[in-house]
């Protein structure tokens, strides 16, 4: 399952680098099924509104680590590296989420280097 979502932000960003100006959100998410389904380390196919539905959950999760991780290097605890700041940022995740861990970290490191 973490698959589909990594492959879903490879998708995302596909998209977005090719999408020049301004895109209706139809076709936006067209190319970004497109892109999904291309992919053949993919292991599903999906239809449009299965990959838009998917990722809306993806991104608000993404977008709340990120938040998390953006607080855990402002603190900048000295002689921490960023494996263990990566380590705090989790269990900060975990405690806001009733335990839950951070189920999409690879989709989210393809997400965080790229601008959004």
Not at 75 to 82: Q, T
Not at 98 to 113: Q, S, T, V
Request: proline content about 3%.
């Amino acid at each position: 399952m973490d698959t589909d979502f990594t492959c879903l932000a490879k998708a995302w960003i596909t998209a977005s680098v090719q999408t020049m100006g301004r895109t209706k959100s139809f076709t936006f998410y067209q190319n970004i099924n497109i892109a999904f389904n291309r992919d053949p380390e993919c292991p599903t196919r999906r239809s449009s509104g299965s990959t838009k539905a998917q990722w809306y959950p993806l991104n608000a999760q993404c977008v709340e680590y990120k938040g998390i991780v953006a607080q855990v290097r402002f603190r900048h605890d000295s002689g921490k590296i960023d494996e263990d700041q990566e380590n705090d940022a989790h269990k900060i995740y975990q405690g806001m989420n009733g335990g839950n861990d951070f189920k999409h970290r690879e989709a989210y490191k393809i997400l965080a280097r790229e601008p959004r």
